[in-house]
């Protein structure tokens, strides 16, 4: 019996979590240095990969892919790759924690698709204006960052650095809510079947399968995204449908899938990076706060029997 009820209570666990109360503005905090450390980390590694995808996406028939300059406009992106992928991940966190205890258990997919989309909207701000100045610096157009943002305003305005935005979320949104449930949601049946936790390499796997199936499914609308953010002034895409139908008229159906090689390998390797750094990050924070609270209790307890 007493086996029984352990099972039952770690299998509750797994669906429900702990019943700790909940601390948003921790939560916040830890999803931020933990989404900020991943970012970082990922965009570092494979950031020669990412350009390749965009010069192979935005190379018409016949153009050549320039295989010079793989890291051009790396440190620009860092600069915004780290504030977004906090806010993504810090608004994620406690957004998955407050729906999957307001939704019944069997919606726990539902909880992480919405906390998904509504980390990627919060941290779109931040997202957009990096991926144009990073793509732009990718196919050549400028040579620094400061640069790059000069120049688009000066010739575009302002909007010029929020270019594709609307193809940004197009992609985004679902890439980020499609993701993250397929990642949670393998962790929750790994977890089922090993009953215990994943570890380190485990998680990079689950990471890496839920990347992959993810980069897949969503080339079509990277593609549409990279040719609306690099076309710059020249409109010669007037919004998605158009872009989609020129695409499709001038180079065939298969041009939607052009990079889906390199994205799949990016992401795919990316997914495998990010979530084994979020989970061991957000482990050593659990941790610290742990022996944080042990070390405040001791102290009060002395304090209460002097």
Not at 73 to 102: D, H, M, R
Not at 163 to 178: E, H, M, N, Q, T
Not at 211 to 227: M, S, Y
Request: glycine share 10%; proline share 4%; charged share 20%.
């Amino acid at each position: 019996m007493s086996v029984q009820k352990d099972q039952d209570k770690f299998f509750l666990s797994i669906s429900q979590g702990e019943k700790k109360p909940f601390d948003f503005l921790r939560v916040l905090y830890d999803g931020c240095i933990a989404g900020g450390a991943a970012g970082v980390v990922v965009e570092t590694a494979l950031y020669p990969i990412d350009t390749i995808k965009t010069r192979l996406q935005v190379a018409r028939d016949g153009g050549k892919i320039v295989l010079k300059g793989l890291y051009s406009g790396l440190a620009g992106n860092i600069v915004g790759v780290l504030p977004a992928s906090a806010i993504f991940i810090g608004v994620y966190e406690p957004t998955k924690q407050q729906l999957l205890k307001s939704l019944p258990e069997n919606l726990s997919a539902v909880a992480h698709f919405a906390a998904g989309a509504i980390g990627g909207i919060a941290s779109s701000v931040v997202r957009v204006p990096t991926e144009v100045v990073k793509q732009r610096m990718q196919i050549g157009q400028f040579k620094s960052a400061p640069d790059a943002v000069r120049l688009i305003v000066a010739n575009e305005g302002f909007k010029g650095l929020f270019a594709g935005y609307g193809s940004f979320l197009l992609r985004d949104l679902p890439f980020d809510a499609i993701e993250l449930c397929i990642y949670e949601q393998l962790r929750i049946g790994y977890k089922l079947a090993a009953k215990r936790d994943p570890n380190d390499p485990e998680n990079a796997m689950l990471g890496a399968v839920a990347g992959a199936v993810t980069g897949a499914v969503t080339t079509p609308l990277d593609v549409v995204k990279t040719r609306l953010m690099v076309q710059g002034s020249q409109n010669h895409y007037k919004g998605i449908s158009d872009c989609v139908r020129t695409i499709v008229k001038e180079e065939g159906s298969h041009a939607l899938f052009k990079g889906i090689g390199p994205r799949v390998l990016w992401i795919g390797i990316g997914g495998s990076i990010f979530f084994c750094v979020l989970e061991k990050t957000k482990k050593i924070l659990a941790q610290k706060w742990h022996s944080k609270a042990e070390t405040q209790n001791r102290v009060s307890s002395r304090q209460g029997l002097s």
